[in-house]
T-cell receptor, first 110, second 112 residues
Framework: SQQGEEDPQALSIQEGENATMNCSYK?????LQWYRQNSGRGLVHLIL?????REKHSGRLRVTLDTSKKSSSLLITASRAADTASYFCATTGTASKLTFGTGTRLQVTL | NAGVTQTPKFQVLKTGQSMTLQCAQD?????MSWYRQDPGMGLRLIHY???????DQGEVPNGYNVSRSTTEDFPLRLLSAAPSQTSVYFC???????????FGQGTRLTVV
């Protein structure tokens, strides 16, 4: 079964706006990662946040983690058309085994 | 840098046929895994390996076999293809102590 569920399933915004997507998971984790998938391509790692961290930044990305609520959010600031993609959260429990959420499809229009 | 290479990119099989999806990585990663991606379901783990000679089942292993004879290669075998195995298959690799995964470009498989 899926570990994570993402919300919303789809998001459409205009270029320059911020995009926020959320991820909820079910069991204890060692860390949580976010990946991007462009249409028809493989997944690309964006950012990792460990279970003892609450917030992390990387460029235009900001990730938060609330282990008490078993949830995480990904904020993309000042979105660009090139950010159009599907975004997945993935949790790691045992070793390097990743369990993915169902993804959020982001559409950024000009 | 090659990274993770999957072949073929596309494949059509008839029900009952067998085939092997190839995956190779050149980063000396210990951990390799296979996922299938179906619409609306995200990625589901089929099999994984933590090193040469060691494999284990993931969430949806039925109908698939794997082996890991070298660090670099992790082929996925479909024993007798079924229409339910129509999907996009991704191979991924990572270091055991650094869980950021690198993905191949995927194999789109259609079983008719």
């Amino acid at each position: 079964s899926q570990q994570g569920e993402e919300d919303p399933q789809a998001l459409s915004i205009q270029e320059g706006e911020n995009a926020t997507m959320n991820c909820s998971y079910k069991t204890s984790i060692n860390n949580l990662q976010w990946y991007r998938q462009n249409s028809g391509r493989g997944l690309v790692h964006l950012i990792l946040i460990r279970s003892n961290e609450r917030e992390k930044h990387s460029g235009r990305l900001r990730v938060t983690l609330d282990t008490s609520k078993k949830s995480s959010s990904l904020l993309i600031t000042a979105s660009r058309a090139a950010d159009t993609a599907s975004y997945f959260c993935a949790t790691t429990g045992t070793a390097s085994k990743l369990t993915f959420g169902t993804g959020t499809r982001l559409q950024v229009t000009l | 840098n090659a990274g993770v290479t999957q072949t073929p990119k596309f494949q059509v099989l008839k029900t009952g046929q067998s085939m092997t999806l190839q995956c190779a990585q050149d980063m000396n990663h210990e951990y390799m895994s296979w996922y299938r991606q179906d619409p609306g379901m995200g990625l589901r783990l089929i099999h994984y390996s933590v090193g040469a000679g060691i494999t284990d089942q993931g969430e949806v292993p039925n109908g698939y076999n794997v082996s890991r004879s070298t660090t670099e290669d992790f082929p996925l075998r479909l024993l007798s293809a079924a229409p339910s195995q129509t999907s996009v298959y991704f191979c991924a690799s990572s270091y055991l102590r650094a869980p950021e995964a690198f993905f191949g470009q995927g194999t789109r498989l259609t079983v008719v």
